[in-house]
């Protein structure tokens, strides 16, 4: 008889009590529990209470719209999507945004493909330092590489010269602001996406695949088009479905390049919203942004089909040959040095030297030197500034102290709960809590940074049931939550793969030896687990310290971080002082993560 076919036990009281104390008493059922309950009480409830304040008339429109306020309306979607204002409010800053991720996304994934596989692939001299330079994008943030290019192309209309118009070099302001500078900003930072997950691709690749092509006869071009695509194809959409996501919902970069000429993306005319009202309209265009992700996420997922990806290790082993370059050598060499001379070098000896200009754009002669914009006072100014030296300015030390312990609290809770979300869902592989937790996490993954603090902005700003969900809103502990779950998908994929890779077996071993289960974890998984952690804590540490967009909506002056203290110079016109800022986020990052990389020996290719 087929277990199908057995008679059900009917649920009785007792049989009832025996399961429940079954999870109460087994601590991976009580992990599992617990788990749940809190994504679902940090992901699916915030979302829900985001999506109600969008039908809830507000006390703000009731001079506008008849009414009660907290009576359901159709008034903010009205407003955005088909009002007299709908044009300036949704559609073109929408238009706006997906000509900027289009775009974005088609020069960054190709780009980042084709660096992997000369790095990974082929026979070209200098890996190692070339492999260092070309991840280092990631580390830097993409706001940055928007001063950069200020520091480069800014013109008169800005109100300072830049360094090409201070050599009389005439820019156009289509060059220096709008879509073609956030497009080529955005690039040159998001590259670095499709760069690690096809070199991770490639790495998998046995070489005999593409050996066996070159003995049928088939050229180098075939070879990559009918062998070696296909194989990465499925980390090469991934790597597109990330990139558009991003860059369809990025604030830093939009806001420094767009907003000086009146240039809006969905992501900055959101803040607009947020901040001057109505908030209920800034909260829908979020769902928009929501939106918009899961219909890539649908599309990544059509174009794969069933067949998730394809198997390149195999039983027998597997080795890698090189491909001769040959003649192409030499120029792709020189590719890549033109590359990354003008994507790194040049803008950021530019964005440097900036910090020690008198005035922007007038040359680095001695007499246009100063250290002012790091240790001046303000009676030592040679031109109007209401700021000293950002080393002798109160805001930059709150601002400093602000970024380090939101990295280290952020990152040490992120870390610890993947490893945790990691375990159920390498453990649960194919049962229904494993996926749950699967999908549950991966939620933040598809909202843009605004989009997700502006959900938690909804949630927190007022307190909810009856003070159960206590406001929040402008606390340092607001902070530290949403960029905690926001960042946990990109925790419980590096927990995934670490505990992954720790066998079952192990466990099970111990199980009947006798060994509980916090003994397990303790002398078991803890233990081997711990470069993986080192490894997905520095991945979200220099995600969140580089952070903007996601912490924007949320900033008070007293909890103000390096980024945002720079990106508020930089709106105010004091050029060189942002420029400091921004060099000190980049140093206390790549500090950072070099000695994570030597103590612990964190990689943050390793950690996807």
Not at 7 to 34: A, D, E, H, Q
Not at 136 to 165: E, H, Q
Not at 198 to 205: D, H, K, N, P, Y
Not at 206 to 225: D, H, T, V, W
Request: proline residues 4%; positive net charge; hydrophobic residues 50%.
């Amino acid at each position: 008889m087929a277990k199908k076919d057995l008679p059900r036990k009917p649920l009785t009281k007792t049989r009832l009590k025996n399961l429940i104390l079954n999870v109460l008493r087994n601590p991976f059922n009580m992990i599992v529990l617990v788990s749940l309950v809190v994504l679902f009480c940090l992901i699916v409830i915030p979302l829900l209470t985001m999506i109600k304040s969008t039908f809830t008339l507000a006390e703000g429109e009731l001079r506008r719209v008849d009414g009660e306020m907290g009576q359901f309306t159709m008034y903010y979607w009205w407003y955005m999507a088909v009002s007299n204002m709908s044009k300036a409010v949704l559609w073109k800053p929408l238009l706006n945004s997906f000509v900027c991720g289009f775009f974005t996304t088609l020069i960054s994934v190709p780009l980042g493909s084709v660096l992997a596989w000369l790095m990974i692939r082929t026979d070209i001299p200098g890996k190692k330092i070339l492999g260092i330079l070309i991840t280092v994008p990631y580390m830097i943030p993409s706001w940055t590489k928007a001063l950069a290019w200020l520091a480069v192309f800014r013109t008169p209309t800005s109100g300072a010269n830049g360094f090409l118009t201070g050599l009389g070099i005439p820019i156009p302001d289509v060059l220096a602001y709008g879509p073609i500078a956030i497009v080529l900003c955005m690039s040159m930072h998001y590259y670095a996406f499709s760069y690690i997950q096809v070199s991770g691709a490639l790495r998998s690749i046995n070489s005999e695949l593409e050996e066996m092509g070159e003995i049928q006869g088939a050229n180098k071009a075939q070879i990559l088009r009918h062998i070696t695509l296909p194989l990465i194809l499925p980390s090469v959409l991934s790597a597109l479905v990330m990139t558009v996501s991003k860059s369809i919902g990025t604030y830093g970069v939009a806001a420094n390049l767009g907003n000086r000429i009146g240039y809006y993306t969905l992501a900055t005319r959101m803040r607009v919203f947020i901040d001057q009202g109505p908030q209920a309209v800034g909260y829908a265009m979020s769902i928009v942004l929501v939106g918009l992700a899961a219909l890539i996420l649908m599309s990544n997922q059509k174009a794969i089909g069933v067949r998730k990806s394809y198997a390149t290790v195999g039983g027998k082993g597997g080795r890698s040959t090189l491909m001769p370059l040959g003649a192409a050598k030499k120029p792709m060499m020189a590719f890549l040095a033109v590359f990354l001379f003008l994507a790194m070098v040049m803008p950021f000896f530019v964005l440097i030297m900036e910090t020690f200009q008198i005035t922007t754009g007038a040359g680095y002669g001695m007499d246009n030197l100063t250290l002012y914009n790091w240790i001046g006072t303000v009676d030592e100014a040679q031109k109007y500034t209401n700021y000293p030296g950002i080393f002798r300015h109160d805001e930059f030390w709150n601002a400093f102290w602000n970024t380090i312990r939101l990295t280290l609290i952020g990152s040490i809770i992120t870390a610890i709960c993947g490893q945790f979300l990691g375990y159920i869902s390498s453990r649960g592989r194919g049962k229904w809590y494993g996926n749950l937790t699967e999908q549950l996490v991966f939620v933040p993954y598809l909202m843009s940074g605004v989009a997700f603090s502006t959900m938690y902005f909804s949630m927190f700003s007022v307190p909810h049931l009856g003070g159960l969900i206590p406001s929040l809103y402008g606390t340092f502990t607001l902070i530290v939550l949403t960029s905690v779950v926001k960042h946990f998908p990109f925790a419980s994929r590096s927990g995934t793969a670490n505990m992954l890779s720790i066998s079952v077996e192990l466990e099970e071993a111990a199980d009947i030896a006798g060994a509980s289960f916090w003994k397990r974890m303790s002398s078991i998984i803890i233990p081997l687990a711990k470069n993986g952690f080192i490894s997905g804590f520095m991945l979200t540490f220099i995600s969140i310290a580089k952070e903007l967009d996601l912490i924007i909506i949320m900033m008070t002056p007293t909890t103000r971080t390096m980024s945002f203290l720079a990106f508020t110079y930089s709106q105010e016109g004091y050029n060189q002082m942002s420029d400091a800022i921004s060099v000190c986020v980049l140093l206390f990052i790549l500090v950072c993560y070099i000695v994570a990389n030597k103590v612990g020996g964190a990689d943050i290719g390793k950690s996807w």
